[in-house]
């Protein structure tokens, strides 16, 4: 089974655990300007939004890759080899998400790896917006959402309406 | 390891920089956030200074705990001698603000003297820059959070910024950082505008380390887990914020109501959480969108609010028709209860009018209410007022004065004075509910007794946040105490405020109190800092901070006349509610206490208190 980050913007405060997990995990301090995962904040609309790497399967930052430094492992995880990057940044313009940056302090580019399995984001996340599931299931919450409201006669809110939050 | 062990000191009159190492040996003594910037402060300060003068100095401080994963850890204050006081000032904010300046690499950023023209700081990492500001001075908070934001093409930036109300110096402007969290209370506000100082951006990309991680990650964890298994911060606060207090208190009999003339509001529910949860009867839509956090907070009591566009207070005024920051509980009753308004998308526009202006809605509510209680008695007219109707429930009235005052216009510019100047004023300072020219926040002393000790002793003034026994006699935290009794109040009182100014001093909220005591906190800090931190050392570190702040305000010519209420609290009782026939009785308290704190009959430390606890 294919395990992937779900993230259920709906339910973030915008309280940078999952930043600081995440930074601490793979720099051993906490520091939210190299976390892999980033909180937007919309603050006019009400909304904050976790955004990271959703692990491609066919991964545009690999393809691109000039040195291969960047493979894919059995559970589908994308992963930089910092021995093997040369620091060029063509991964980070080929990605479409922007979710591959460079590290200017190692000369590498970091992107989340999902801590091999067992992601911290996830872990640190205090209202369950940041999951680690099954990628095939990965809708099921929104769907059981609107299943609900159709059974109710009622499409007016949706589960991504501010209103719905939790 | 905690503290990142750099201060930045910037001289706005000689426009210098410099950075210096961390007193150590002060850290040891004071941990961080206000105790230790209070020391920095008042070694270096006159206490008799004029706190509009360049001679006063302000401290934005971060605590060891800043910028960590520790629940609540985002925290910084601002230290100075408060404008609106007179006395030691420390108001403290969440928001982005503190823990992006600890990544910057700062454990606080001391202000001296006074630019010659307006001017504002950027602090990207270790370059910290002066830039002039004449394009914003005279610009909102959100136009030049914005502006800024645009000029150094930087949307990562967090900023703390005076509004038009503290270049005005408004005696009660704030400073708001990340567009509506506030160092609030005592006008610091108005002292960064009588430096000339409009903002501080900050942008950090360093990292906070700390002592031992995997201990911390454990003590952090484990706190995390007790705040959430709480009713308080694991339910009540996340759903409702603090107004989660607002019927509470009410029925309670201990909510101030039309200048504390009343302890209990009719209007109450209007305004209450339940009330901004509700869909409006207007257009059918919530005034609460979704709760937001601070950075590093698990319990999230931040509200996010929008007005219906159709309000009276925001046709054709577009800047109000977005979500942003709403009401809190002290804000929604000092606009509210406290003026007798119960129109809560009214309440709503002008807490995003102090936001957007730099105002302290708890002081400016004040300052209306008994502005109120003067036109009631016929002693302002409208031909003071400039025309306002300014009756007691007037929601008209309440916004056109929100609109006034951070801009110094009209009657605005005495609304601007605080409540005790205005009603000398008029003759009548007996009307300001007020403690060392601070108003009160949102809890009437004759239906919480142990308040107006905390009142009439806080050393920034009248304060809910320097020992809220309310958790004690109201909700039963940590046990339950009679909150009509004053007896055992004296040691309550004090045990709060020692504990009070060690969380302050650490980088946590004190809202994380509701659920931890220093047993919990201790630990964390503990794993965090060098050198070894009980929750004993805390308390007595707590107290140490407490008699600093004290010696300071006595030194600046505070003396035992100024632990008072006004006469109302203490000589009209309340009338209805479980408080019905009381008065506070601080008399009975206020010598215990003295006692409890080792001062004389004076309320002057003594020698061997200050000894003891190495002043």
Known sequence: ??????????????????????????????????????????????????????QCAEAWCQQACPVNAITTNADGIKIVHENLCVGCKVCTIACPFGTVNYNASTGKVIKCDLCLGSPACADACPTGAITFRDSEQAGFDKMRVWATQAAHGTTTQGPNTPAAKG | MGWTGKILRVNLTEGTIKTEPLRMDWARLYLGQRGLATKYLVEEINPKVDPLGPDNKMIFATGPLTGTAASTGGRYSVIT???????????????????????????????????????YLTVIDDKCEIHDAGQIWGKSVWDSDEWIKKRHQDPMMHISIIGVAGE????????????????????????????????????????????????????????????????????????????????????AGAMPTRNHRQVQFEGAHDISAEAMATPRKSDGQKNLLTNQACFGCTIACGRISKIDEKHFSIQNKPQYWHASGGLEYEAAWALGSNTGVNDLEALTMVNFVCNEQGLDPISFGATVSAAMELYDLGL???????????????????????????????????????????????????????????????????????????????????????????????????????????????????????????????????????????????????????????????????????????????????????????????????????????????????????????????GVPTNETLSRLAL
Not at chain 1, 2 to 17: R, S, Y
Not at chain 2, 92 to 100: H, L, T
């Open chain 2, 380 to 602: 302002i007219t409208k031909e003071t007022t400039g025309g306002i109707d300014l009756k007691f429930g007037s929601a008209e009235a309440l916004v056109k004065c929100a609109e006034l005052t951070g801009k110094a216009e009209g009657f605005g510019k005495e609304l601007g004075l605080g409540s005790l100047r205005l009603c000398t004023k008029y003759g009548r300072p007996d009307l300001s509910m007020s403690v060392k020219g601070q108003e009160f926040p949102a809890y009437d002393s004759r239906g919480i007794q142990g308040m107006g000790l905390t009142y009439a002793t806080s050393n920034r003034g009248a304060c809910h946040l320097r020992s809220y026994t309310v958790s004690s006699e109201i909700l039963g935290i940590p046990e339950k105490t009679d909150p009509l009794a004053t007896d055992g109040k004296p040691a309550l009182v004090k045990a709060f405020q020692d504990a009070t100014a060690a969380v302050d001093s650490s980088g946590l909220c004190v809202f994380t109190t509701f659920a931890w005591t220093l047993n919990d906190i201790a630990p964390q800090v503990d794993a965090a800092c060098e050198g070894d931190w009980s929750p004993e050392y805390l308390m007595e570190l707590g107290e140490r901070i407490w008699n600093m702040e004290r010696v300071f305000n006595n030194r600046a010519g505070f003396t035992a006349k100024d632990d008072n209420l006004p006469p109302r609290l203490v000589s009209e009782p309340a009338e209805a509610g479980p408080a019905k026939g009381l008065v506070n009785g601080l008399a009975k308290m206020l010598p215990e206490y003295y006692q409890l704190r080792g001062w004389t009959a004076d």
């Open chain 2, 168 to 251: 005005n110096q408004v005696l009660y402007s704030c400073i708001v950082n990340d567009l509506h969290r506030a160092a609030g209370r005592s006008g610091v506000g108005a002292v960064m505008g009588s430096k000339n100082l409009k903002a501080i951006a900050v942008r950090g990309t360093n990292g906070v380390k700390v002592k031992d991680g995997m201990r911390f990650l454990k003590a952090t964890r484990e706190a995390k887990k007790v705040l959430q298994e709480n009713a308080v911060t694991g339910a009540g606060l996340p759903t409702y914020g603090t107004q989660v207090l607002m019927n509470v208190i009410n029925e």
């Open chain 1, 1 to 54: 089974m294919l395990k992937a980050l779900v993230i259920d913007a709906g339910k973030c405060t915008g309280c940078k655990q999952c930043e600081m997990a995440c930074s601490y995990v793979k720099e051993g301090e906490f520091n939210v300007a190299k976390s892999r995962i980033r909180v937007f904040d919309f603050h006019t609309e009400a909304r904050f939004v976790p955004y990271t790497c959703t």
């Open chain 2, 81 to 119: 001698k408060g404008a609106l006081t007179n006395a030691i000032a420390c108001s403290n904010s969440g928001g982005y603000f503190g823990a992006e300046l600890k990544f910057a690499g700062w454990d606080m950023i001391i202000v001296e003297g006074k630019s010659p023209k307006p001017v």
